[in-house]
C-alpha cells in the first residue's frame, strides 16, 4: 500500500522557522511530481510549492523568497523548509504527489497526506 506520511507541523512564533517532511511509503517505482498545499480555516485548499522528479519546481506568489521545496527523489521524500513565518501562514499543511508507478505496476494519479497543523502566533 502506498501513502504519504507527514511530519514537522507545530506551533512557532511569527518569524521562526519549520522544516516539514513527507515520505512516501511502499513499493514505489517512480512519482512526478511532491508538494504541498495548505487550507487555512474558511478558506480553499491552495496549492503552496511543488516539484517534480527533474528538478523543476512552483511556489505560490505569498511564500516566495521565505519557503523552499526539496526533493530526495530516491528517498521518495519531499520537505518543506518554511522561514520568516507569518500568522498568515497558520494552515493545514497537505503533501501530495502525483502519477505514482510502483513496483507491481500500479499507476496512482494521485495520492495526499492526512495533513499537518501550522499554527503561526503573532
Known amino acids: 500500500q502506498v501513502q504519504l506520511v507527514e511530519s514537522g507541523g507545530g506551533l512557532v512564533q511569527a518569524g521562526g522557522s519549520l522544516r516539514l517532511s513527507c515520505a512516501a511509503s511502499?513499493?514505489?517505482?517512480?512519482?512526478?511530481?511532491m508538494g504541498w498545499y495548505r487550507q487555512a480555516p474558511g478558506k480553499e485548499r491552495e496549492l503552496v510549492a511543488s516539484?517534480?522528479?527533474?528538478?523543476?519546481?512552483n511556489y505560490a506568489d505569498s511564500v516566495k523568497g521565505r519557503f523552499t521545496i526539496s526533493r530526495d527523489n530516491a528517498e521518495n521524500t519531499v520537505y518543506l523548509q518554511m522561514n520568516s513565518l507569518k500568522p498568515e501562514d497558520t494552515a493545514v499543511y497537505y503533501c501530495?504527489?502525483?502519477?505514482?508507478?510502483?513496483?507491481?505496476?500500479?499507476?496512482?494519479?494521485?495520492?495526499w497526506g492526512q495533513g499537518t497543523l501550522v499554527t503561526v502566533s503573532s
Open positions: 511502499g513499493s514505489i517505482r517512480s512519482i512526478n511530481a
Open positions: 516539484g517534480t522528479s527533474g528538478g523543476s519546481t
Open positions: 501530495y504527489a502525483n502519477r505514482i508507478r510502483t513496483l507491481t505496476g500500479r499507476y496512482l494519479v494521485e495520492l
